[in-house]
């Protein structure tokens, strides 16, 4: 596994952008200067990222989400493993 966080990431295991891998090691993600814990989807390309727009669902029961864009910095939580 190498030390570099891909372009897109996504926590939903039905998307193509989906690393369970590297989300098992932990993901953080700086949005604007201010640490979001509640990032469902990211592009550092596009510049954007995805939150859950409250408690609302859609037809397939996944939590909507609504698409902030800003300056995207992700990084890993934890050292790699050796």
């Known amino acids: 596994m190498n030390d570099v966080l891909p372009d897109r990431l996504s926590v939903n ?3 193509r952008f989906h ?3 590297l989300l098992t090691r932990g993901v953080g993600i700086r ?3 201010v640490e ?3 990032v ?3 592009c550092v390309s596009e510049g954007w990222i995805r939150v859950q727009a409250g408690r ?3 037809r397939h029961g996944d939590p909507m ?3 902030l864009k800003g300056d995207v910095i992700p990084y890993f939580l934890t050292a790699p493993p050796a």
């Open 65 to 67: 989400t609504i698409k």
């Open 56 to 58: 609302a669902r859609d």
């Open 13 to 15: 295991p039905k998307s």
């Open 36 to 38: 979001r814990t509640d």
């Open 31 to 33: 949005f604007n200067g």
């Open 19 to 21: 690393d369970a891998d």
């Open 40 to 42: 469902e989807e990211y």
